[in-house]
């Protein structure tokens, strides 16, 4: 079914990108599904993100998830017990960093414009709080690597297929560990070196079910789910007294 | 037909297997029956023992993936469960000082808020997984070591049939002020002193997710020298309010209590404990209480090698706002 769609979108964009209307905009993509559900059984998910171009070139596409302020704490041994003792703090660290392109991408583009674009998790652009600190580099390293050991930031691009030269598509991973929020993908056409086209899509993660509603609740509403835990326990506790009490 | 009958086994298998739910407030998905088993496993030795199991089902919930803030609050929820049943049994036989509940219970309270206080302060500086396993080390190698001493103790004494020996009460707790009479404990005594435990139980409670009976029950017997009768019902009793202020206080500041995982607990623990509770009535009780020291020696063991070990990895990640 997924399939069948994902073809015919495919055809009604390649048909599109053959329209002198559309040969304006250098590069045209969309995903499939711009909204991923958690819910109970949530295992992960898989997004196509499928487009075309206005002639030969080659993709990349730089998915981001929504940015926070992270700490980085480092464990050293005091008096033979390990403690977290030095933390060093980084804002704008995204939540969750995906890459995908048509070729290896020290082919497709200098290095310079690879950091401008912050494509590759070396080229992030994670703020630290304090950026004289010695250890600045070291913690970020560790930062990513704790992501990539999560699945968070993927090292390995995944592959962007062509069909002939114009039409592309690409399945993005989504790990069962994401967390929520608006994710941002990016893509961009490149040529000869050089960004020629480039389009963002949203992405939305949120979480649907009756599980969301229990965490909305109890985010929202502290001091009630607090005294809903309470009675639901006293009850509990009441039932099994009940039960077990005349055997 | 051999066949059918290995692929329905394994289809029955992969749905036992397979039947994972999603607990809202962890945000991890476990199976079921797991859970159910480890509420059950440490219902059951609560009924043989007579301690809450709250210290051994915290670093379960925390191995098994739990972050263990959410085990820690999700805890005392389930403790308030456990403890309703349990006081409910000795209220009917009278078994209850409310007296000396109450004023243990405020001390509890006071303790308690302290405990949650410090929770959230140690979760701000990234130290909260450290206190909760230096307590655990430090509380577990203690009551391990009590246990063993006592059923060696008591293993001697049932050979030589010796009465246990009488303990004075001490002499300074009575010149202590605020002096009130107990009746059912057959006490009279300062307030200070039931109250001062209750507030460092309290404490320590809040920290460590547990009910803190392991605590309660010798401090009460050894220091305070209360009717042994009257012990377990009032320390019920207390731990009841204790953990649903400390419950209140965990969802209110922390967000960390989890309603669904601390519901399936009190179902596995509940059956366990009743299990247990008719296994202790046969089984030799010295004997399993000494085997019962050295499986709480050796998890305090494992503990203490996991803080002084060198660690796998030397970094944590803390992201701010959100995240246990």
């Known amino acids: 079914m997924k399939a069948v769609t994902c073809i015919l979108a495919l055809a009604l964009l390649w048909v599109a990108g053959l329209r002198p209307a559309g040969a304006q905009a250098p590069l045209i993509a969309d995903l499939d599904d711009h909204l991923i559900a958690i819910t109970t059984g949530f295992a992960g998910a898989d997004v196509l993100l499928f487009g075309t171009t206005d002639g030969p070139g080659d993709v990349i596409v730089v998915v981001k998830g929504p940015t926070a302020d992270v700490e980085v ?17 980084y804002q704008n660290v995204p939540a969750v960093y995906m890459l995908a392109a048509s070729k290896p991408l020290d082919e497709l583009l200098p290095e310079d414009q690879r950091a401008y674009y912050q494509m590759g998790i070396e080229n992030i652009r994670m703020v630290p709080v304090d950026p004289r600190d010695s250890d600045s580099k070291t913690f970020a390293g560790a930062l990513v690597h704790a992501k990539q050991k999560t699945g968070l930031f993927s090292d390995l691009p995944a592959r962007i297929l062509f069909i002939g030269d114009r039409l592309f598509r690409v399945n993005l991973r989504v790990p069962s560990t994401v967390p929520t929020g608006t994710y941002l993908a990016e893509v961009y056409l490149v040529r000869d070196q ?47 007294h009940l039960a077990f009490r005349r055997r | 037909m051999k066949g059918k009958a290995v692929t329905w086994a394994t289809a029955i298998l992969d749905w036992f297997l397979g039947l994972q739910i999603y607990l809202p407030i962890a945000e991890v998905a476990l199976n079921v029956f797991l859970l159910l088993g480890l509420g059950a496993g440490v219902g059951v030795l609560s009924g043989l023992f007579g301690v809450g199991g709250g210290f051994l089902l915290t670093p379960l919930l925390i191995f098994v993936g739990v972050p263990p803030a959410v085990a820690v609050a999700t805890q005392s929820n389930q403790v308030v469960a456990s403890s309703v049943s349990g006081v409910l049994a000795h209220w009917a036989r009278g078994n209850v000082d409310v007296k000396m509940g109450s004023v243990m219970l405020a001390g509890g309270m006071l303790g308690s808020s302290v405990g949650v206080l410090l929770f959230t302060l140690l979760k701000t500086l990234g130290q909260i997984d450290l206190v909760i396993a230096i307590a655990y080390v430090i509380t577990l190698s203690g009551i391990g070591i009590m246990m063993a001493v006592e059923s060696i103790r008591a293993l001697r004494r049932v050979r030589k049939s010796m009465a246990p020996k009488k303990l004075h009460q ?85 967000q960390t209590v989890d309603i669904l995982l ?37 998890t305090a063991g494992g503990l203490l090698y996991q803080l002084v070990a060198h660690p796998a990895d030397l970094y944590t990640i803390v992201i701010a706002g959100g995240g246990h």
């Open chain 2, 170 to 254: 001490h002499n300074w707790a009575q010149g202590l002020p605020f002096k009130m009479r107990f009746r059912k404990s057959r006490l009279y005594i300062s307030a200070l002193l039931p109250g001062g435990i209750g507030f460092i139980v309290g404490i320590m409670s809040a920290l460590m997710g547990v009910g803190g009976a392991f605590l309660l029950v010798p401090a009460m017997i050894y220091l305070l020298g209360m009717a042994t009768g009257a012990v377990i019902g009032t320390s019920l009793f207390q731990i009841i309010f204790v953990q649903a202020w400390v419950t209140f206080w965990q969802a209110n500041t922390n």
């Open chain 1, 73 to 89: 704490l480092r464990k050293e041994r005091v008096g033979g017990i390990w403690i977290n003792r030095k933390g060093l703090g």
């Open chain 1, 194 to 240: 050089k960004v020629v086209g480039a389009q963002t899509t949203p992405l939305v993660i949120s979480k649907i079910g009756f599980g969301a509603d229990i965490y909305d609740f109890a985010h929202r509403h502290g001091a009630a789910y607090g005294v809903i835990a309470i009675l639901v326990a006293l009850f509990a506790g009441w039932m099994a």
């Open chain 2, 262 to 298: 601390a519901l399936i607990l009190t179902i596995g623990g509940v059956v366990g404990a009743q299990i247990g509770g008719r296994l202790g009535a046969k089984l030799p009780g010295e004997q399993l209480r000494f085997l019962m020291a050295i499986v709480i020696l050796v």
